[in-house]
């Protein structure tokens, strides 16, 4: 079976639930708040997303050990049409697919994580209280000062899934999400940082507590993505509950 453009919701849903934590990712962003920025493709039963609401634009091709070899073969079909330039996820191995076409720069080696203990999470005490629109300055202030480069998406506010911890009355703890869909029950962690002046007292693992039990009541799977050299944020997650389970890359592409 050729590369196909997939527009079928139900058939993406049924093929990424087979390995649903390891596609959190992909399932939030069939839901409503993503699909319009979306582009999915598919080879027999391996899908590959690139999703348009950033730039440069983002590949996503996860699989299982077994299947990288297929779905491989879809990106090096895929690789032709792709944006000249682009970041992506990838399973490890995928890159060689793309590296003919591509110069990949590596940003690192990475781990999903997923919520799988929650005896452990609840023996943190929750902090935060919930962050809306009104807070966007405060936040942007507070990313620039501990988290500059991150990927955020004001809209994310909109889910009512970001929460921040304040000290007289300057916001100086977050953590919120990437991807929410009740729909197809995934959440993905995400902009999780502690102003510098504010580390070593457990704020993060207090809000990010409080954020993962009001998510549990929406979803089935709460994951996060992390890299893989940064130990205390590793560390900090294992104790809260989550264990490893999938590598992948990021890397940066541009087109030779």
Known sequence: MPVRAEHDRAVLAGLLSRDPVRHVYQLGDLDDFFWPYTSWFRRDDQVALLY????????LAFAAPPRVTELAALLTELAPVLPPRLYAHLSPGLEAALSPRFRLDGAGAHLKMALTDADALARVAPLGQPLGAVD???????YARAYPGNWFDPRMLETGHYLGVREG??????AGVHVWSPVYRVAALGNVTTDPVARGRGLAAGVVAALCRRLRASVDHVTLNVRADNGPAVRLYTRLGFTPVAEYGEFRLTAR
């Open 52 to 59: 348009h609401g950033v730039d440069p634009p983002t590949l």
């Open 136 to 142: 966007l300055p405060q936040l942007r202030e507070l």
């Open 169 to 174: 009355g300057v916001l100086v703890a977050v």
